[in-house]
């Protein structure tokens, strides 16, 4: 993987320090379902400014109030959301912090949201899963191509500064 590091830098902190990371040197962050599980997400998106240089992006994924709807209350408390967030939310606190909104993408809509739910919350035998999984992977393929105004999960794209 020595090819990689030419391209790409991986670093694993607190993102509400982020001390590994030096003041405007990275061009892009991609935040993969993470903001949602961190205590003071201001701290870790002051962080994000931090580290980023003039005109930097983040790339955010984040889970909807419909998340634990569809995936389950007690999935969503076990796998430790302190949070969700709607589109006004995200683009509200990240502009607070000098951020500009670009653009956002919504996912797991509202029929593969009813999937996941069969999937993780009605269904708790492994071995019926393991066997049903390939079905409901190919009909949610198919079910997100319908585009619905409730989805579970969306990715924000910001810049730093204007």
């Not at 003071?40 to 994924?61: E, M, N, T």
């Not at 389950?72 to 709607?86: A, Q, S, V």
């Not at 956002?104 to 593969?112: C, E, I, N």
């Amino acid at each position: 993987m020595e090819w990689l590091q030419k391209y790409v830098t991986v670093k694993k902190d607190d993102a509400q320090i982020l001390a590994c990371c030096p003041s405007n040197f990275f061009e892009q962050a991609l935040i993969i379902d993470v903001l949602e599980h961190v205590y003071d997400d201001h701290k870790a998106i002051k962080q994000l400014y931090r580290i980023l240089k003039p005109g930097g992006r983040v790339i955010l994924s984040v889970p909807t109030p419909y998340y634990p709807f569809y995936f389950g209350h007690k999935m969503d408390k076990e796998i430790g959301h302190l949070r969700h967030y709607t589109l006004y939310s995200v683009r509200n606190l990240f502009e607070k912090f000098g951020f500009t909104y670009v653009a956002w993408q919504p996912y797991t809509f509202k029929l593969t949201g009813i999937l996941c739910n069969i999937f993780y919350v009605k269904i708790t035998n492994w071995i019926i899963r393991a066997f049903i999984m390939p079905f409901l992977l190919v009909l949610s393929f198919v079910t997100e191509k319908i585009n619905d105004i409730i989805f579970a999960e969306m990715i924000v794209v910001f810049r730093k500064g204007p």
